[in-house]
Each structure stands twice: as structure tokens, then as C-alpha cells.
């Protein structure tokens, strides 16, 4: 190995990492509106990064600027072809932000832990009744940690269109929660960033 092909490596391998820093969270919620299933989202995630790697020369002469497409590209392919491999389709949603929160109440009480997962579970079926439209953007945007603007370019819909799509979402599933058994406000806002 000469020393042209090391220093082009090690650049592969830095803007390898800057891509993985930058896209994993808004991939893995991309993922996860569309397979509904936190493992399955993770698997597919990990999956999309090893193909990046794979064609990286690829990436790195399309540019830093320009990368979102590329990177998003390979994910919407990968989520086609996990869709055509599958037999059949499970309808189940995925279980949001769950292990984040029990992991948190493992110095709780039984009692708080068991209202923990029953709010966490009642937040996850407000939202898994939501349309697409409304889930897609408020998991990219809650989960995914993307802006309007970043969802809007990714989805190609106006940023103010995903405003207020991720309003409306808010406001059915904090509806929902408020009809069905009268839960605290306070535990939506905190669990699931909900006004």
C-alpha cells in the first residue's frame, strides 16, 4: 500500500465517521416509521451503514453537502428490499421510547415502574393510530431529532407543512391520551415532548 492509497483510506475512514455522526438518529427514525419495530429499525440501520462503507469512494466524491441524498437513498433502497424479502407485513408499532424510560425507573418503585410502561404504552398507541403522514414526521422529529426543514427536504414537503403536520400530531395524540383514562399532562410532555 502506497502512500497515496493510505491517505486516501484514512479520509474514507474520517468521512465515514462524520456521516455515521451525523445520520444515524434521522436514519434510524426514517427506519423506524416505516418497519414500526425498534430491532428490526436497528438491524436495517446498522445494515444501511455497512452499505454506505461498502461504497464509500462513492460518498466521499459526491461531497459532504450532497451526502444526505446519497445516505438516504441507500436507506429507502434497503427498506424496499426488506419489504419485497418479507412474506408478510406485521402490523405492529414499535415501542418508542420504552427502554429509555424503564431503563430510568429501574430505582423507582414497582408501582412507579408499572405506571411508567402503562403511560409509555398508551403514548406508543396514541401515536401507532396516527396517519402516516402525522407519524412519520413527529418520530423523525421526537425520535430522529431532525428540524422541519431537514424532515421537509427528506419527505419533499414544504418545512411548514411538517410544522404543522408535527402540531397536529401532537395535539390528536395528546387528545387521545387526554380521552382515554385521563392521564396526567405532565407525564405526555415529559415522556414524549407533548404541549
Known amino acids: 500500500m502506497d502512500d497515496q492509497e493510505s491517505q486516501e483510506n484514512q479520509e474514507y475512514h474520517v468521512f465515514f465517521q462524520?456521516?455515521?455522526?451525523?445520520?444515524?438518529?434521522?436514519?434510524?427514525?426514517?427506519?423506524?416509521?416505516?418497519?414500526?419495530?425498534?430491532?428490526?429499525?436497528k438491524d436495517l440501520m446498522q445494515e444501511v451503514f455497512l452499505r454506505a462503507w461498502r461504497q464509500i469512494h462513492v460518498g466521499y466524491e459526491i461531497g459532504r453537502e450532497n451526502c444526505r441524498?446519497?445516505?438516504?437513498?441507500?436507506?429507502?433502497?434497503?427498506i424496499t428490499d426488506y419489504y419485497r424479502q418479507r412474506t408478510t407485513r406485521?402490523?405492529?408499532?414499535?415501542?418508542?421510547?420504552?427502554?429509555?424510560?424503564?431503563?430510568?425507573?429501574?430505582a423507582r418503585s414497582p408501582e412507579e415502574t408499572y405506571e411508567i410502561k402503562r403511560n409509555v404504552q398508551r403514548i406508543e398507541d396514541a401515536v401507532s393510530r396516527l396517519s402516516e403522514e402525522l407519524r412519520s414526521v413527529l418520530i423523525l422529529h421526537q425520535v430522529g431529532?431532525?428540524?422541519?426543514a431537514e424532515i421537509g427536504e427528506l419527505l419533499d414537503i414544504p418545512a411548514g407543512?411538517?410544522?404543522?403536520?408535527?402540531?397536529?400530531?401532537r395535539k390528536?395524540?395528546?387528545?387521545?391520551?387526554?380521552?382515554?383514562?385521563?392521564?396526567?399532562?405532565?407525564?405526555?410532555?415529559?415522556?414524549?415532548g407533548l404541549e
Open 145 to 148: 431529532k431532525m428540524n422541519s
Open 18 to 41: 462524520e456521516i455515521y455522526q451525523t445520520y444515524h438518529q434521522p436514519v434510524f427514525a426514517f427506519i423506524l416509521t416505516r418497519v414500526g419495530q425498534r430491532e428490526i429499525a
Open 69 to 78: 441524498f446519497w445516505i438516504f437513498r441507500i436507506t429507502k433502497n434497503l
Open 161 to 169: 407543512t411538517v410544522r404543522y403536520r408535527i402540531s397536529m400530531a
Open 172 to 192: 390528536r395524540v395528546l387528545l387521545e391520551l387526554k380521552q382515554n383514562e385521563r392521564m396526567e399532562e405532565g407525564i405526555a410532555v415529559e415522556q414524549f
Open 90 to 106: 406485521h402490523k405492529t408499532e414499535s415501542r418508542i421510547r420504552q427502554e429509555a424510560v424503564v431503563q430510568g425507573a429501574f
